[in-house]
């Protein structure tokens, strides 16, 4: 079946330091990748997003590139600040009525 | 306007109880999904419905029932509650293939 592996955290990073969360996936068809953040407290909200391969997803400095040959979406921040402190999940789905999620990674920002 | 809102946000209750979970989305769309994200973060869905019909159920004991009286809302109901049952519940909402769009979560505690 579908599934995503995430990179374990936790992550701790200071602050306009650059962060990458690498995510990989197995889907039978050609899903479409998501990243999701979780702030304290709150439920999860939609990062960026790509539908086929080579798309570029990006939002709030965050970009991912749909990478089908190495069947890669992994997230990227050149400069990070408290704010991102937060959960991340990478997600696919490849049916209508479903979203696979990996592990989340825990992100913490020192300033 | 909240686009996919649950109801309670907390609730603590004993073991062997039943309780409810109600979720509405304003969006329109035609599929809904509870997922159940344990103390370590990891998410794993439990059911999804497409306009008011049953698609996936996720080995998810009988002591669960989902209910969608109409295709804006999705409740969850838990019979005979147990402690492993503690946990936070997410309603979401997605056009069919497409990002889903979260509620704020619901923690229930078993004590």
């Known amino acids: 079946g579908d599934s995503v592996t995430q990179m374990e955290g936790p992550v701790t990073l200071s602050e306009e330091a650059c962060l990458t969360i690498n995510c990989t996936y197995t889907a039978t068809g050609y899903p479409s990748l998501f990243w999701y953040v979780q702030y304290p407290g709150e439920g999860l909200q939609l990062l960026l997003k790509?539908?086929?391969?080579?798309d570029k997803g990006s939002n709030k400095g965050f970009e991912a590139t749909y990478r089908k040959e190495t069947t890669s979406f992994h997230l990227e921040k050149g400069s990070v600040q408290v704010s991102d402190s937060a959960v991340y999940f990478c997600?696919?789905?490849?049916?209508?009525?479903?979203?696979?999620f990996g592990a989340g990674t825990t992100v913490t920002v020192r300033a | 306007d909240t686009a996919v809102s649950q109801t309670p946000k907390y609730l603590v209750t004993q073991m062997g109880n039943d309780k409810s979970i109600k979720c509405e989305q304003n969006?329109?769309?035609?599929?809904m999904y509870w997922y159940k994200q344990d103390s370590k973060k990891f998410l794993k869905i439990m059911f999804s419905?497409?306009?008011?019909?049953?698609?996936i159920n996720e080995t998810v004991p009988n002591r669960f029932s989902p209910k969608s009286p109409d295709k804006a809302h999705l409740n969850l109901h838990i019979n005979s509650l147990e402690l492993g049952d503690s946990a936070v519940y997410f309603c979401?909402?997605?056009?069919?293939?497409?990002?889903?769009?979260f509620g704020q979560g619901t923690r229930l505690t078993v004590v």
């Open positions: 969006l329109g769309h035609d599929t």
């Open positions: 997600a696919l789905s490849d049916s209508d009525y479903k979203l696979s």
């Open positions: 790509a539908t086929k391969a080579d």
């Open positions: 979401a909402s997605s056009p069919a293939g497409r990002e889903a769009f």
């Open positions: 419905y497409n306009n008011k019909e049953l698609i």
